[in-house]
């Protein structure tokens, strides 16, 4: 019987041998960079911190780093109790059912937190889990629009998210820094 030869290469296009990490298109780091803003006197613009509109803020000094994880921990606290991962942007962690006792402090928290953000109106809950949990991106972190009642109706949504990013903040941690 003849035996087969072992090809020393598969054939096709030859491999590609990267060095580092892949960091997009010209135009993707354009778009990072502007949405990540000039940046602060003491911390420069982070082009990295720019997958959701939570980091922006954070990247831009718009909101402190208590209320950055205050609304990364609501999105978890919600994931966890509804169980829609993919909603929030999450994964689910570890294997098999979370215990009762988890599972009841996880439902006390984001309860703690819903009613934290109801008490200030549900303008402030709705912009805050637009921005938290959906991850939508608000019109006031694009850019100012022409229109002035939709200037006015920007500035409100904004107030409305920073005031609920505040309170899931005083909710989960007890307390806030202000902005850097």
Same mark, same amino acid.
């Given at each position: 019987?003849?035996?087969?030869? +072992?090809r020393?290469?598969k ?10 990490p ?16 000039? !940046? ?20 831009? !000094? ?10 990364l921990? &609501?999105?978890?606290l919600?994931?966890k109790?509804?169980?829609? &991962? ?13 215990s ?9 928290? &984001?309860?703690?937190? +819903?009613? +934290?953000?109801? /008490? ?7 912009a ?5 949990? &959906? ?7 694009? !850019?100012? /629009?022409?229109?002035? /009642?939709?200037?006015? !109706? ?6 409305a998210?920073i ?16 902005? +850097?």
């Amino acid at each position: 019987m003849a035996r087969k030869r +072992a090809r020393l290469n598969k054939g096709g296009r030859p491999r590609i041998e990267r060095t580092g990490p892949d960091r997009g298109t010209p135009e993707q780091q354009l778009r990072r960079a502007l949405l990540a803003g000039p !940046g602060t006197a003491n911390q420069p613009p982070d082009p990295v911190m720019t997958s959701t509109p939570l980091d922006i803020l954070k990247t831009r !000094g718009l909101i402190s780093l208590d209320q950055h994880s205050a609304g990364l921990d &609501y999105a978890t606290l919600y994931a966890k109790f509804t169980g829609r &991962y993919r909603d929030a942007g999450l994964e689910p962690e570890g294997q098999g059912e979370p215990s009762e006792d988890a599972e009841a402090e996880v439902e006390r928290k &984001y309860r703690a937190c +819903a009613i +934290a953000l109801l /008490s200030l109106g549900r303008r402030v809950k709705d912009a805050t889990d637009n921005l938290v949990i &959906y991850r939508r991106m608000p019109a006031w972190l694009q !850019g100012a /629009s022409q229109n002035p /009642s939709r200037r006015a !109706g920007a500035e409100r949504e904004r107030q409305a998210a920073i005031q609920g990013l505040t309170a899931l903040a005083m909710s989960l941690f007890g307390k806030t820094r202000k902005a +850097a």
